[in-house]
């Protein structure tokens, strides 16, 4: 299993601003993945971040608005830029098994964006 | 486009009652798996199925793979108040590998 530590747990923003979101895995790992959730909606993919390489981006989601990065193999961080209340939900990491067969999740981090 | 329709949306139960949570698509999965989420942590995996039909139990839980792997139940016998969470199914279309769609979950709440 793969442990993950995720901050801030939780935020509250001022529209406009920015929020970066670190992801620390306890282990070296290819893939790691960042999902939006919403009240009453399913878990959204945003994007899969890849170690030495460009992010890629899920349907809906753009890089200038979400932008990653992954310095190394057991850490990402996610930025939600020019914050909207739209943006208020919780955002999770993640990293698949070495099987590609489960996903571990981080504890997430609540935004609220006033 | 959600692939995976969860329902009910909500439930609340008595300790001791028994509950089935559905899910249900119009595509084929490879293989579907269900996660509990409680407030303030990410989701866990409780189990994947991957066999059309197949059943699987995890003490008091019971998960059931439609034949044609499309649909999928949880049910859960003599429910606790530990059981109170956000059940949330995922399936994976073949060849997306790493990559599960997931449904709007069922948030469950077991009273004493």
């Known amino acids: 299993s793969a442990v993950i530590s995720q901050k801030p747990s939780r935020d509250i923003c001022q529209r406009g601003t920015s929020l970066t979101i670190q992801c620390q895995v306890d282990?070296?790992?290819?893939?790691m993945f960042w999902y939006r959730q919403q009240p009453g909606q399913s878990l959204t993919l945003i994007a899969t971040?890849?170690?030495?390489?460009?992010?890629?981006?899920e349907s809906g989601f753009v890089i200038d608005k979400f932008p990653i990065s992954r310095p190394n193999l057991t850490f990402s961080t996610l930025t939600v830029s020019n914050l909207s209340p739209e943006d208020s939900s919780i955002y999770l990491c993640?990293?698949?098994?070495?099987?590609?067969?489960?996903?571990?999740f981080g504890s997430g981090t609540q935004l609220s964006v006033l | 486009t959600q692939l995976l329709e969860q329902s009910p949306q909500f439930l609340s139960i008595q300790e001791g009652e028994n509950l089935t949570v559905y899910c249900n698509s119009s595509?084929?999965?490879?293989?579907l798996q269900w996660y509990r989420q409680e407030p303030g942590e990410g989701p866990v995996l409780l189990v994947t199925?991957?066999?059309?039909?197949e059943v699987k139990k995890l003490k008091r839980l019971t998960f059931q793979f439609g034949d044609a792997r499309k649909d999928s139940s949880l049910h859960i016998t003599a429910a606790q108040p530990g059981d109170t969470g956000l059940y949330l199914c995922?399936?994976?279309?073949?060849?997306?590998?790493?990559?599960?769609?997931f449904g709007a979950g069922t948030q469950v709440v077991v009273t004493p």
């Open positions: 993640s990293v698949p098994d070495r099987g590609l067969e489960k996903l571990f």
């Open positions: 282990s070296q790992v290819t893939m």
């Open positions: 971040a890849n170690q030495g390489s460009e992010a890629t981006y």
């Open positions: 595509s084929v999965f490879s293989s």
């Open positions: 199925v991957v066999t059309g039909g």
């Open positions: 995922a399936g994976r279309v073949a060849d997306s590998w790493g990559k599960l769609q």
